[in-house]
């Protein structure tokens, strides 16, 4: 019998810590408390880690962006202590905006690696970026962040075999992205606007068939190393490179020592294949249903990943609800396959 502490799918641990969360944060749904909303699944979050049985090192935090500090900043440690090492990546409410307002595609998520694989590049906030799925793969090359955007569009839709009029692009809907997507919209492709929603977004692009060919932009960097997670996975690829968006962003990447210049792959992004990625949905959106309650029950829907063995496992979850809480029975309907012809199954 093997001793790797990685024989275990620790994704299926994960998804119970994404699915805890999004039951306590679906309940702000649409209340307009961002405060709240934030604290109640951070808590949520941080206690379902807790429960682990890894030793987790959060390699980056949303601090730098946000400015608000919670348990889950960078460098804090989360899970047991007594297993294995890993590095994580958390984001209770990816969408925290979607979510209080009502609105669709908010999710849950969190990912992990074996500890020091993952790029550590505190105190960064924003990374430019470019996801694409598989069909595309090795095509990407990191001179398609510096190529305009025709040229890196017009690379993707000869490798997926369509016109660059059919593309559909990913985009947040920020004044930053104001020539990137006058200059997508020019190339000829379809521009998809969405106000929040940076992991979704990749997780889509990085996975066939659900209606987005790639993400551009600059986001966050803690989104874009959780993206990255996902992506690797999902055997897709994505180029990246630090985007600081203030002066007081610049020094302090500066005195860090990171380099602005450096293009960085998926690959250098996350450096093992041993990765384990798990998001649950919050509202409904294109990628995940949200949490449905149903009086004495409640539904949930998430996507599990598992990078080594490239499988993907969608599941369906039903909680039964006591005096207003969420028990921690629940019964799950798994849908599992690989993501890549090379995909293997295991447990």
Known sequence: MSTNPLERNLGLDLVRVTEWTALQAGRWMGLGNRIEADRVATE??????????MDGYIVIGEESKSGRHSPLDTGNRVGKGDGPAMDVVADPIDGTNLLVQGRAGAISVVAVAPRGTMWVCAPAAYMEKIVVDREVGRALVPECLEAPAAWTL???ARCKGKDVRDLVVFVLDRPRHAELIEEIRR????VSLHSDGDIAGAIMAALPGHGVDVLMGVGGVAEGVTAACAVRALRGAMVARLAPQSRREWEAVTQAGLDTRRILTCEELIQSNEVFFAATGVTDGPLLDGVHYHGRYATTHSLVLRGETGTLRRIRAEYTLEEGQTSTAAVRFFDAHPVAPTGRERA
């Open 187 to 190: 190339a000829g492709a379809r």
């Open 44 to 53: 949520a979050m941080l206690a379902a880690l807790n429960e682990l049985e």
């Open 154 to 156: 017009a690379l993707i």
